[in-house]
């Protein structure tokens, strides 16, 4: 039940000056808890009946006979102000909670609806480093929530496999490769023997004419260069694919910016027709003076195509060929004005559907000093992180719990939700810094301590032997009168509403807000309710509070994706 749409439809009846779907737009949750659980502003109103809206309040109250599933309705101050029927309010959320189990908070508002959402989109042959969490774990998130919410949504690794750099790992391969060593340790040694080329370089030019020579032959489909840059890509990605394991993060396509490379003389051809580009010293650009930004390039010197160029015709086909109602990208701010470049050009184009084209930012993150051992300027590698977090918490358990069962997995669970958590927590657009200690924390705002919070649940449902569904008509909903309940099933009630903010601002961390207070708020309950009590109606109806807790956080847990072990 949505109690904003049967205030909304109850105030219809009474209200002609305005449409259901204002009144609706109206209905809000009042500030001060003191004022109701549901409020209606009158103000509006007022210009239309030619009454103040202290006397509008006063009639619509006196209007609206007594309901059932309002306590009391009270005018204050140009508001009305409604009081659910705690019981009725109790009963209705716990039903709908426990008889929809894992479909509870999920809505049809995206049906019929194509959302692609680009994320993580690394580079090939370089390293899978701390930074690209952000990109993989909140477009991961996204996706989700948007499927969630009756979405269709693609997930699109948008792989960083060309452009000219691929020209100087050739010529770096066959000057000092050798496919033994690089095979041990793919990343670790394509990166060194890319670092030696551009030192050499520096001393021997003629070995960047070579690399674009052999760019201009891999955007040729020469046989040698094709299967070089394959090896590249295949060892890659086995290394990537098992970053991607650990963290639980699939998607639908690795396009990559190859794909799109024989995509590349049609969009050249129509920004050409369109005469959108312009020749400038030998290269082609577009003009973005008038909208206040530096020109875009399009195509270099020597004709080759770049990293602004494939964007434009990955947007297209992705139109074309999906036929999106949102094109989703997340990507951080420091390329916030490639996103507005391309994208303005989209509009140039002449397509409408530049609207829907998102970038989703975001801010750096660092390292707290002394979090991990790195020296100065080294990069530090996303799965170490991984581990280190996994090793730690696999210590914890021994420490803690040494006779768990399956604790290899747990640990990997709680190690790496920790840290998927602490991305998550932080609001997407702010920096922030990253510490193992404070996110392996059992206390506090952490993964960990939802987790464990789910745990406790089903470890209490376990012992009261109510592990299958709980039998709603046995339910006596009175007995939870006292108020860590109510703010409980308060919470609960408001499931969805978190998750549709989430959808619309782009930021899973509404959702992490959300379970953090829905866990602290039920160790509250716990800790005032005995639940395991002799009194049968009490015991029952306590459980029952129990088990749509447990179905909720582990629901919200895989939103933020984070798994929800049944023991720790
Ligand atoms: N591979 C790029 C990088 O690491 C990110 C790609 C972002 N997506 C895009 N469509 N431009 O910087």
């Given at each position: 039940?949505?109690?904003?749409?049967?205030?909304?439809?109850?105030?219809s009846e009474h209200i002609e000056a305005l449409s259901y779907e204002e009144i609706l737009n109206l209905v809000e949750h009042p500030k001060n808890k003191d004022m109701g659980d549901?409020?209606?502003?009158?103000?509006?109103?007022?210009?239309?009946?030619?009454?103040?809206?202290v006397k509008i309040a006063e009639d619509l109250k006196l209007?609206?006979?007594?309901?059932?599933?309002?306590?009391?309705?009270?005018?204050?101050?140009?508001?009305?102000?409604?009081?659910?029927?705690?019981?009725?309010?109790?009963?209705?959320?716990?039903?709908?909670?426990?008889?929809?189990g894992?479909?509870?908070?999920?809505?049809?508002?995206?049906?019929?609806?194509?959302?692609?959402?680009?994320?993580?989109?690394?580079?090939?042959?370089?390293?899978?480093?701390?930074?690209?969490?952000?990109?993989?774990?909140?477009?991961?998130?996204?996706?989700?929530?948007?499927?969630?919410?009756?979405?269709d949504t693609v997930a699109i690794n948008h792989l960083g496999d060309y452009g000219t750099q691929f020209g100087k790992l050739i010529v770096a391969y066959k000057l000092w490769g050798n496919k033994e060593v690089i095979e041990a340790d793919p990343i670790n040694e394509l990166l060194k023997i890319y670092v030696r080329f551009h030192n050499e370089a520096e001393e021997k030019p003629e070995l960047d004419d070579e690399a674009r020579a052999w760019f201009t032959k891999l955007?040729?489909?020469?046989?040698?260069?094709?299967?070089?840059?394959?090896?590249?890509?295949?060892?890659?990605?086995?290394?990537?694919?098992?970053?991607?394991?650990?963290?639980?993060?699939t998607f639908d396509s690795y396009a990559g910016e190859s794909f799109y490379s024989d995509k590349m003389p049609g969009i050249l051809t129509e920004l050409r027709t369109k005469h959108i580009v312009q020749k400038s010293e030998g290269a082609e650009i577009v003009d973005l003076e008038p909208y206040g930004m530096p020109p875009a390039l399009i195509t270099k010197k020597d004709g080759s195509s770049l990293y602004m160029t494939r964007d434009l015709a990955a947007a297209k086909f992705r139109k074309d060929y999906y036929n999106f109602d949102k094109n989703i990208y997340v990507v951080g701010s420091a390329q916030k004005l490639h996103f507005q470049q391309w994208i303005k050009i989209i509009?140039?184009?002449?397509?409408?559907?530049?609207?829907?084209?998102?970038?989703?930012?975001?801010?750096?993150?660092?390292?707290?000093?002394?979090?991990?051992?790195?020296?100065?300027?080294?990069?530090?590698?996303?799965?170490?992180?991984?581990?280190?977090?996994?090793?730690?918490t696999q210590s914890i358990i021994n420490e803690k719990n040494p006779n768990l069962v399956g604790k290899e997995e747990v640990a990997r669970q709680?190690?790496?939700?920790?840290?998927?958590?602490?991305?998550?927590?932080?609001?997407?657009?702010?920096?922030?810094?990253f510490s193992l200690e404070k996110t392996l924390s059992f206390d506090g705002e952490t993964g960990p301590y939802v987790q464990y919070t789910h745990a406790r649940a089903c470890s209490v449902l376990r012992k009261a032997g109510s592990t299958e569904a709980i039998e709603i008509s046995k339910i006596d909903f009175?007995?939870?009168?006292?108020?860590?309940?109510?703010?409980?099933?308060?919470?609960?009630?408001?499931?969805?509403?978190?998750?549709?903010?989430?959808?619309?601002?782009?930021?899973?961390?509404?959702?992490?807000?959300?379970?953090?207070?829905?866990?602290?708020?039920?160790?509250?309950?716990?800790?005032?309710?005995?639940?395991?009590?002799?009194?049968?109606?009490?015991?029952?109806?306590?459980l029952a509070i129990v088990k749509a807790v447990k179905i909720v956080i582990e629901s919200a847990l895989h939103l933020v994706c984070l798994e929800a072990p049944e023991q720790m």
């Open positions: 039940m949505d109690y904003k749409i049967a205030i909304a439809k109850l105030l549901f409020a209606f502003p009158c103000f509006k109103l007022a210009q239309a009946y030619r009454k103040a809206p209007a609206l006979a007594s309901n059932e599933i309002f306590e009391n309705v009270t005018a204050v101050s140009g508001f009305l102000n409604f009081t659910l029927n705690q019981e009725h309010f109790i009963k209705t959320i716990l039903t709908e909670v426990l008889t929809q894992a479909d509870y908070g999920k809505s049809t508002i995206g049906e019929q609806k194509k959302v692609i959402v680009e994320y993580s989109s690394v580079n090939i042959a370089k390293p899978f480093h701390m930074g690209h969490i952000r990109s993989t774990m909140i477009g991961e998130s996204l996706n989700r929530i948007y499927k969630f919410l009756g979405y955007e040729n489909s020469d046989e040698e260069a094709v299967e070089l840059w394959t090896m590249f890509k295949e060892m890659s990605l086995k290394v990537f694919d098992r970053v991607y394991g650990l963290l639980g993060v509009e140039l184009m002449g397509y409408a559907w530049h609207k829907d084209c998102i970038h989703v930012e975001f801010g750096m993150v660092s390292l707290e000093e002394g979090s991990l051992s790195t020296r100065k300027g080294q990069v530090v590698f996303l799965e170490d992180v991984l581990q280190k977090a996994i090793e730690q709680v190690g790496v939700g920790a840290v998927v958590f602490q991305e998550l927590y932080t609001s997407r657009t702010k920096d922030y810094s009175s007995k939870l009168d006292d108020e860590a309940s109510k703010e409980v099933v308060r919470l609960l009630s408001k499931y969805n509403e978190s998750i549709v903010i989430a959808h619309r601002n782009y930021e899973p961390h509404t959702i992490a807000r959300f379970v953090v207070e829905l866990a602290q708020n039920f160790n509250r309950f716990y800790h005032d309710n005995p639940i395991l009590v002799d009194d049968e109606n009490v015991k029952t109806a306590r």
